[in-house]
């Protein structure tokens, strides 16, 4: 619940203000003291609506906790780990547009390294539970979104004491549309537990959930090869040279015919991988891996298309095309699973993921129109 509550206040705090200082890098003529002012202006943004949510989740603190089932200090707490979570976000947003994947790597490994060894020793030596879990996670953001505000200064990336409007203007023109996105996106990748769990019990859940961190998998794949094919497609679409944006979309069409061929594979072979790894108890859950890989193979092409939109910089259809999805999936949940069960939750998540991702292609020929037809 805890992690829960950190995915929904992402969509208000921050505003995906890393997105929009890794948009702004591919910027013409812009300069270094232009680059830091920006990062400045997201920071500023990001230090308003953490106050903001903060005050307001303080107003209503008994409610939640209540309604989540989380001690009061833990929902206070959330607030400061997403925030924290969003500056760190801003550095490694950084390296990433500048091909740093060394740097990127590093940090990410090793704030992971503290996260574990810190909840193993508060979870197993301590014995403090669900509790120790969380203080690791606290622990963790706070303590690389200091090292992350050092490195940016360090690099000569961010210069404190700045007021510049128009880019505080910018940023949020970036942001604020993508809050429904975000709505969305928590109604697609994790609303699907609490329908569950209500219908068919916990323990359901639990065979649920052995399903979806193998189908995980691939989306750990995807969003590493998105990150390091942003900086490459950014360049060539601020090129914008028709030839090279044909080849772009060939490149396209061959790797979706290639995770697509993966997802198929998984349906043969995901049942005895399951059964092998979880054991028999689990068994079930190899009936709907395939499915549930099918839904990540059609975020990955989700991920190949959805680039050209924040490239644009307008980014209100991209929400209203995730939201509509996330709703869709809701519906689909509630009829799916009275009628098949488990396997009607993987059904929905796949058929919800598909749509997404064909929406958001015409939204982003929409914004930036790309030779799908003309490729060959």
Known sequence: MFQTLLGALTAFIGLSMHGAAVRKFY????GERDLQEFIAACLQILL???LATLAVVYIFNDQLSQSLGLESRWILLAVFTTSATVIAGIRLGQWQVRKNAKCYGAMQVTKSLFNVSLSLLLVVVFLQG??????????????FAIIALWLLKKDSMLRFFVWRPDFTLEALRFGVPLIPHVGGVFLLMTVDRFVINSELGIAQVGIYMVAVQFAMAASLVFDAINKAYVPWLFERLKRNDEQEKRKIVRFTYIWYLFILGGAGLTFL????????????KYAKAGDIVG?????????GMYLMVTNYIFFSKRTGLLSIATMFSGVVN??????LIRQFGLEGAAYAFCISMGLRFLLTWFVAQKRHPMPWLKAF
Not at 27 to 30: F, P, T, Y
Not at 130 to 143: D, F, H, L, N
Not at 291 to 299: A, I, K, P, T, Y
């Open 48 to 50: 308003v609506t953490s």
């Open 130 to 143: 669900s509790g120790g879990r969380i203080t690791a996670q606290v622990w963790a953001a706070g303590v």
């Open 291 to 299: 499915w549930l890989m099918l839904g990540q193979v059609f975020n």
């Open 269 to 280: 072979l995901g049942p005895w991988l399951v059964t092998f790894v979880a054991g028999e």
């Open 330 to 335: 809701l519906v689909l949940l509630l009829i």
């Open 27 to 30: 910027d013409g003529n812009l």
